[in-house]
């Protein structure tokens, strides 16, 4: 793992903490929320939230699909929402002249800009 090599290097890393904000050689951090979470849920976390002198922030994050990904794909009836489905051409399943590229595509390939600027390519010939 990633983050066993950077403890062996002396770097502290946590999970389930989110940067909510960084100025100068400080950062605000709080406890991670699901996207879902409730005004309560949000609020409690806020105000656990506490800062600290940074040496150096290094931000690392997961990724989901935007908004109007999931709204496309919840309209054409796709049951999985982290993309829309694409065929081998990066046709839109379902879509009729549609394509995606990128991390808005499930393609079956990893959603990095390396690959999403050779589907772009791929997709503009």
Do not use: C, N, Y
Not at 33 to 51: G, H, I, L, N, W
Not at 97 to 112: H, K, M, Q, R
């Amino acid at each position: 793992r990633g983050s066993d090599h950077l403890i062996s290097k002396g770097v502290e890393v946590r999970t389930g903490a989110a940067a909510t904000s960084a100025e100068g050689a400080e950062a605000t951090f709080a406890p991670s929320v699901a996207r879902d979470a409730t005004p309560e849920q949000k609020a409690e976390a806020a105000a656990r939230s506490f800062r600290e002198e940074t040496g150096a922030l290094v931000w690392a994050a997961g990724i989901g699909a935007r908004p109007l990904v999931t709204k496309l794909a919840e309209s054409l009836g796709q049951s999985d929402l982290r993309g829309l489905k694409v065929d081998k051409r990066m046709r839109v399943v379902g879509a009729e002249d549609v394509d995606a590229i990128g991390d808005a595509a499930l393609s079956g390939f990893p959603p990095t800009a390396q690959v999403a600027a050779q589907q772009g390519k791929h997709v503009g010939r």
